[in-house]
C-alpha cells in the first residue's frame, strides 16, 4: 500500500525563521518517486521538486532544500529564511507504479503561514 | 503558453443537477487526473485516463463520470448520485513516463446550493 503521512497540519513561524516541513512515506515499491508541491491561495498546485528512491542525495535551491532519507521514509523540506511569500499549503506525494496507474498518493497537507 | 485550463473557476449546483467541469491541456500530455480535495484530507483521486478513449475509476469514483475523446480534454461530470458534491476540484495531467511530475490547472470550486 501507498501512504504519505504529514503530521504538521499547520505551522506558523515569523517572517525570516526556518522551517521544516516533515513528510514519510510508505510503500512496498523497490523504485518510487517524492515529490514536494506548493499550493497558494489562488488553488493551483505548483511542482517544487521530484527525487527518485535511488537518489538519496539531498538538494537545495535558493532557500529551499529537501533531505531525504531512505533509512527512515522521510523526504523533508527545509525552507530557509522564510518569506510572506512562503505562505501556502505544501504537499509532499508518492509516485509509483504499483498498479501500473501512474498515480501520485497524496499526503493532507501543511498549511504554513509566516508571519511579516 | 502550454498549461492545463480548468472552466469554471466557480460552480453552483443545486441538488438533483448534473454539472460538468471542463479540464483542457495543451501539453501533449498522454495521462490525465481528476482530483478532488476536501479540507484537511489532501487530494483524492477520482478517474484518470492514461490514453485517448481509456480511463479509469480512481479511490471514489462513485457519483462521478468521465469521458476522453480527445487526448487535450478530460471532462468531469458530477452527477446528483455524488451525495456531497461540495469540493475543489483539481485537473492534472503529465507525461506517461513515472519519473515526471504532474502539472495541474487552477482547480474548480463547487457548491451545491
Known amino acids: 500500500a501507498q501512504k504519505v503521512t504529514q503530521a504538521q497540519t499547520e505551522i506558523s513561524v515569523v517572517e525570516k525563521e526556518d522551517v521544516t516541513l516533515d513528510c514519510v512515506y510508505e510503500t512496498r515499491d523497490t523504485t518510487y518517486y517524492l515529490f514536494w508541491y506548493k499550493q497558494p491561495p489562488s488553488g493551483e498546485l505548483v511542482f517544487l521538486i521530484r527525487?527518485?528512491?535511488?537518489?538519496?542525495q539531498n538538494e537545495i535551491s535558493g532557500r529551499y532544500s529537501w533531505n531525504f532519507q531512505k533509512s527512515t521514509s522521510s523526504f523533508n523540506f527545509t525552507i530557509t529564511a522564510s518569506q510572506v511569500v512562503d505562505s501556502a499549503v505544501y504537499f509532499c506525494a508518492l509516485g509509483s507504479d504499483q498498479t501500473g496507474a501512474n498515480n501520485l498518493f497524496f499526503g493532507t497537507g501543511t498549511r504554513l503561514t509566516v508571519i511579516p | 503558453d502550454g498549461g492545463i485550463t480548468q472552466s469554471p473557476k466557480y460552480l453552483f449546483r443545486k441538488e438533483g443537477q448534473n454539472v460538468t467541469l471542463s479540464c483542457e491541456q495543451n501539453l501533449n500530455h498522454d495521462a490525465m487526473y481528476w482530483y478532488r480535495q476536501d479540507p484537511g484530507q489532501g487530494l483524492r483521486l477520482i478517474y484518470y485516463?492514461?490514453?485517448?478513449?481509456?480511463?479509469q475509476k480512481g479511490d471514489i469514483a462513485e457519483g462521478y463520470s468521465v469521458s476522453r475523446e480527445k487526448k487535450e480534454s478530460f471532462p468531469l461530470t458530477v452527477t446528483s448520485a455524488q451525495k456531497n458534491p461540495t469540493a475543489f476540484y483539481l485537473c492534472?495531467?503529465?507525461?506517461?513516463?513515472?519519473?515526471?511530475?504532474?502539472?495541474f490547472g487552477q482547480g474548480t470550486r463547487l457548491t451545491v446550493v
Open positions: 527525487r527518485n528512491s535511488f537518489d538519496e
Open positions: 492534472a495531467s503529465k507525461d506517461r513516463a513515472r519519473t515526471t511530475e504532474a502539472f
Open positions: 485516463s492514461q490514453i485517448v478513449n481509456d480511463f
